[in-house]
């Protein structure tokens, strides 16, 4: 295999679970010595971002700016420099700078990873309106609608006034089109641009197919992020006991369901008065409101934590990790960090979490949405022995590094000799 020269594009404007993903991506091909690295990345990104990166190789930092949401990469600064590489990985949602590439030099690969659903709608991280109604295409009737489907929801759980609502309602008939027809104009030419496609689970790619058909016919494969990091601060022992807590790690978006947890721990609290459940990232917000307002006491909030030390040791140490999550997720990372520490999950049965989690063996699905089935899912849980030996062979077997790193190769390959 001769010397490929892969650019990378990441634009570093935040730092969550895509770019940690990322991260464990590169330092996996960093590894393989016939792969040579060059990293772009906006000259304001998140500094801890661009210091990683440099281990990886060398990195070049163009001007960024936002555009409804997606980043604008100044790729024209880095020409020469896409004009020697074999192939350009649009790492995470960088989307918009595909054609700017090909402007430079036609000939280049670009392969886009897709971690979100960034690339079927505006409004991407609310595309469903907390129920399945933008499911059935991009419109500009149907963002209008998931607009506001996501207000009354709010105001339902207690988040917005319903006087508020009542007025982004009205306005979102106006505001609706007007996004959409500068999402149309603003995607121009970007699936066109895009050789191949990188999806984090089966789900995921199933969405994008069913919105964007064409799709079918371009390269793509379905990779799971490898999850790697927990190990790096934790060293699970398989005899090490589970402790008496449950723990909540999504913070304080309602997409992530911690108003149907609290909903639904009453039930358990009865059943297991000495299980807490331990929240991250929502003391002194909405959600320890409900919690007092609902009069549950075996609650404990805790501010929101990077991934060190302490994060992957409270979680190590949990009796197990909820993830209730009520949108389809494009992959799920909680769950597998979980399983990562041999520690069982427990998800929602939407998207890609269904990928992740084995039931019985590394942890449970529960039915989205209602309290209740969330209640007996944790239960379930609490009532079974679980065996950290099983959970790591699931998870080694399901995630393993090596694979997952030759399965990138093999794909930019394929897009290769498309």
């Not at 590169?26 to 998140?46: F, Q």
């Not at 994008?208 to 990091?229: C, D, Q, R, W």
């Not at 398989?238 to 978006?253: K, R």
Request: glycine share 6%; with cysteine; charged share 25%.
């Amino acid at each position: 295999m001769k010397l490929v020269k892969i650019l990378t594009l990441s634009n570093g404007l935040w730092f969550g679970s895509a770019q940690i993903s990322i991260l464990e991506f590169l330092e996996l091909l960093h590894s393989e010595p016939m792969i040579d690295l060059r990293m772009t990345v906006c000259r304001n990104g998140y500094k801890k971002f661009v210091h990683s990166l440099r281990s990886f190789g060398p990195v070049y930092e163009v001007s960024c700016y936002s555009n409804m949401g997606y980043p604008v990469m100044a790729v024209d600064e880095i020409e020469s420099l896409v004009k020697e590489v074999d192939l350009v990985w649009i790492t995470d949602v960088e989307f918009l700078a595909a054609p700017r590439v090909k402007r430079i030099r036609r000939d280049v690969l670009v392969v886009a990873h897709l971690r979100s659903h960034a690339l079927i709608c505006p409004w991407w991280a609310a595309l469903y309106g907390f129920r399945d109604v933008c499911m059935e295409g991009c419109s500009a009737w149907r963002i209008t609608r998931c607009k506001q489907g996501i207000n009354m929801e709010l105001t339902r759980i207690g988040v917005l006034s319903r006087a508020r609502a009542n007025l982004y309602y009205f306005l979102d008939f106006a505001k609706g089109p007007v996004e959409y027809a500068r999402w149309r104009s603003l995607m121009r030419g970007v699936l066109e641009s895009i050789d191949g496609f990188i999806a984090v689970s089966r789900s995921l790619w199933d969405t994008h197919v069913a919105h964007i058909p064409e799709l079918k016919g371009k390269p793509h494969a379905v990779i799971y992020n490898p999850v790697t990091l927990p190990l790096k601060y934790v060293e699970p022992d398989p005899n090490e006991p589970y402790g008496d807590y449950i723990l909540y790690a999504s913070g304080t978006n309602p997409v992530k369901g911690p108003h149907i947890l609290l909903d639904a721990w009453s039930q358990p609290e009865r059943e297991y008065p000495e299980i807490k459940l331990v929240m991250i990232g929502c003391r002194g917000s909405w959600v320890e409101d409900k919690a007092r307002r609902l009069g549950l006491k075996n609650v404990v909030f805790l501010d929101k934590m990077p991934p060190t030390r302490q994060y992957y040791n409270i979680m190590y140490e949990a009796r197990a990790v909820i993830m209730p999550s009520i949108v389809p997720e494009a992959f799920g990372r909680i769950p597998v960090e979980a399983n990562r520490l041999r520690v069982p999950a427990i998800a929602s049965n939407r998207g890609g979490l269904v990928e992740i989690v084995e039931p019985g063996v590394s942890g449970e699905i529960w039915g989205c949405c209602s309290p209740n089935t969330l209640a007996e899912a944790i239960e379930k849980v609490l009532q079974r022995r679980w065996s950290r030996e099983e959970i790591m062979k699931h998870v080694n077997a399901k995630f393993d590094p090596n694979k997952i790193r030759d399965s990138i190769i093999s794909f930019f390959k394929v897009v290769a000799n498309a």
